[in-house]
């Protein structure tokens, strides 16, 4: 069973920076992939972002290619989630999953966390 708990949301101008983390209560996190997807209000879940096992192969949503950043700290057991020159368009809830593998979907990940809000508003 592992844990995952969101955090670093908050509100951030057009342009602006958040970085999220995902932390996990797993001791080995380098088993699982790590992928981040979001929701907006009135729209479907999106994957984002993910962080394969092992090798720890990156992979990016076109919508954020070159924006966002994933990145792992194995010694604390944390996946980031480094999101630069953010839009409008990227409000939402994002969330973290834990799975054997980078999935198209949330619900092929193993474990889900909370969720955390990032919003982009002036």
């Known amino acids: 069973q592992v844990q995952l708990v969101e955090s670093g949301g908050g509100l951030v101008q057009p342009g602006g920076s958040l970085r999220l983390s995902c932390e996990g209560s797993a001791s080995d996190l380098d088993y699982y992939a790590i992928g981040w997807f979001r929701q907006a209000p ?9 962080i394969s096992s092992r090798v720890g192969s ?4 076109d919508s954020v290619k ?50 955390t809000q990032v919003t982009v508003s002036s």
């Open 42 to 50: 009135g729209k479907e879940r999106e994957g984002v972002s993910c």
């Open 58 to 61: 990156t992979y990016y949503a």
């Open 66 to 115: 070159g924006r966002f950043t994933i990145s792992r700290d194995l010694a604390k057991n944390t996946v980031y989630l480094q999101m630069n020159s953010l839009k409008r368009e990227d409000t939402a809830v994002y969330y973290c999953g834990a799975s054997w593998g980078c999935g198209d979907t949330l619900s092929e990940y193993d474990y889900v966390g909370q969720g």
